[in-house]
């Protein structure tokens, strides 16, 4: 097994899995010639990709969709996305088994049309992805509970999206239960789930209200003698791969 994750951020998010027997997208939110180009930066090839994960519909999650498809990919997402899409595709249930690995779809509260994170669970491994939520709940704290791989969204800090040059509707909406998650909260949630995970990946950094110093400190304090590793992903390159349990 190998996860890499190819973009994070609002330009564009999609991350890479090769369960050993093909490769697994979830989210294509680049266009096909960058999604190649990252994954043979990091090492990877997309050959092999049978399958992409869609999230949510927003278009930093879908905008390469059409030539992923093309490529011949089958799309995979919650019914409500999948009908906000209008897009034909396997609508996923809990244990959906794909190529060896088993999906099990997270409700995520973001204003979408039934968003979704993942939990995976492939060679006696638990991976799980949330970004896009505007809060942690007991639905999501309960799913990751035993992930040893996680990829997390810690989008902003608060006083930097508080003072920053967003209009004050755009500021609520981020801060709302609807929107994405501040390096404190993601911190907190992490901090309870430190006894499993031993990799984390911190996703979906806002470049405008965040730094990746920042949400580093702030989850790593939170984590204070956690033994585990903490990795960033970026909105222009692949983040480092991860291979096996």
């Known amino acids: 097994m190998k996860l890499c994750v190819l973009g994070s951020g609002s330009s564009g998010n999609a991350l890479l899995l090769d369960t050993g027997e093909g490769l697994i997208l979830v989210d294509c939110g680049l266009l096909w010639r960058d999604l190649l180009a990252r994954a043979n930066r990091a090492g990877l090839s997309l050959r092999g990709l049978r399958y992409v994960y ?5 278009a930093d999650h879908v905008r390469g969709l059409d030539q992923v498809l093309r490529h011949g990919a089958k799309l995979v997402g919650s019914p409500g996305t999948l009908a906000a899409l ?22 995520l509260s973001h204003d ?21 939520l505007g809060r942690v709940t007991p639905t999501v704290m309960e799913a990751l509970k035993g992930c040893e791989k996680l990829v997390f969204e810690a989008n902003h800090d608060l006083g930097m999206l508080l003072s920053g040059p967003y209009p004050w509707p755009l500021k609520m909406r981020i ?10 909260e993601a ?3 992490l901090r309870s789930l430190r006894d499993w995970a ?8 806002s470049q405008e209200n965040n730094t990746p110093s920042l949400a580093l400190e702030t989850v790593a304090r939170a984590m204070d003698d ?11 390159r692949p983040s480092a791969v991860v291979s096996g349990g």
Do not use: C, M
């Not at 209008?86 to 409700?107: D, S």
């Not at 801060?175 to 404190?184: K, M, S, T, Y």
């Not at 585990?228 to 970026?234: A, E, I, K, N, S």
């Open 175 to 184: 801060l709302g239960p609807f929107g994405h998650l501040a390096n404190d």
């Open 198 to 205: 031993k990799t984390v990946f911190l996703a979906h950094l």
């Open 226 to 236: 956690w033994n585990g590793h903490l990795l960033l992903t970026y909105p222009d």
């Open 112 to 132: 979408a049309s039934e968003p979704t994170g993942l939990r995976i669970e492939l060679d006696g491994t638990k991976i799980g992805i949330v970004t896009d």
């Open 54 to 58: 869609v999230t949510h519909e927003h």
């Open 86 to 107: 209008g897009v034909k595709g396997l609508p996923v249930q809990p244990g959906l088994e794909l190529l060896g690995a088993k999906f099990f779809p997270i409700p």
């Open 187 to 189: 911190a907190q949630a």
